[in-house]
């Protein structure tokens, strides 16, 4: 099974509305953390936000926030008010426990439409 | 302060040739990490390192690829009888220190195409 499925390759918004990216994960470790990258055409990896899985509240980070539903086992980002230069793949990612393996999803290419 | 930096940017080479990649982690980061990238993929993690040592090498694909840290520091990504499957961009990040909340930065990475 995936660790991390990311279920949308391409996504499409209008400048300055807000978006949502989808993540879910699979685990039986209860502790955890998932973090979001984003990877512009360029190609370096941009950390944008971390949520920890004993974290009460979800993380948030300036535009960025995370929708983390624990039941349900997802941690989506939601990027407030679009701008062109989110343009960029999105990576969840999460580490196990004590582990130090991260391990990353597909990726989301989010278009910025004028 | 600087960031994390790699060595070549590009590297172009010849099947069955060896290749070295070198990353440069931010200074004072103890964990550093390989990840390969092929073209439109996600990450897949190769090896980390915590200091000098590598206690988790499951990510190697074949005793062809093989990697050291030195003082704590730089660490170097060989490649040995390169094949096209090789063919991706390399990555390297590092952290402060592993485990929890610790965040990776990345460098630009190597990409890498064999021929």
């Known amino acids: 099974a995936q660790k991390i499925t990311q279920t949308q390759p391409g996504m499409f918004v209008q400048e300055k509305e807000a978006v949502t990216l989808d993540c879910t994960y699979d685990t039986s470790d209860p502790s955890y953390g998932l973090f979001w990258y984003k990877q512009p055409s360029s190609g370096e990896m941009i950390f944008l936000i971390y949520q920890g899985s004993y974290d009460q509240q979800n993380a948030t980070e300036g535009r960025y926030s995370l929708n983390f539903q624990k039941a349900r086992k997802s941690a989506n980002l939601v990027i407030s008010a679009s701008q062109l230069g989110d343009s960029a793949m999105y990576f969840c990612a999460m580490r196990e426990g004590g582990y130090q393996k991260v391990t990353f999803g597909t990726g989301t290419k989010l278009q910025v439409i004028p | 302060g600087a960031g994390v930096s790699q060595s070549p940017s590009n590297k172009v080479t010849e099947k069955g040739k060896d290749v070295e990649l070198r990353c440069d982690p931010i200074?004072?980061?103890?964990?550093l990490y390989w990840y390969r990238q092929s073209l439109g993929q996600g990450l897949e993690f190769l090896i980390y390192f915590q200091g000098n040592s590598a206690p988790d090498k499951s990510g190697l694909p074949s005793d062809r690829f093989s990697a050291e840290r030195t003082g704590g520091s730089v660490s170097t990504l060989t490649i040995q009888r390169t094949q096209q499957e090789d063919s991706a961009v390399y990555l390297c990040a590092s952290s402060e220190r592993t485990g929890g909340r610790d965040t990776q930065y990345f460098g630009p990475g190597t990409r890498l195409t064999v021929l």
């Open positions: 200074s004072g980061h103890t964990a």
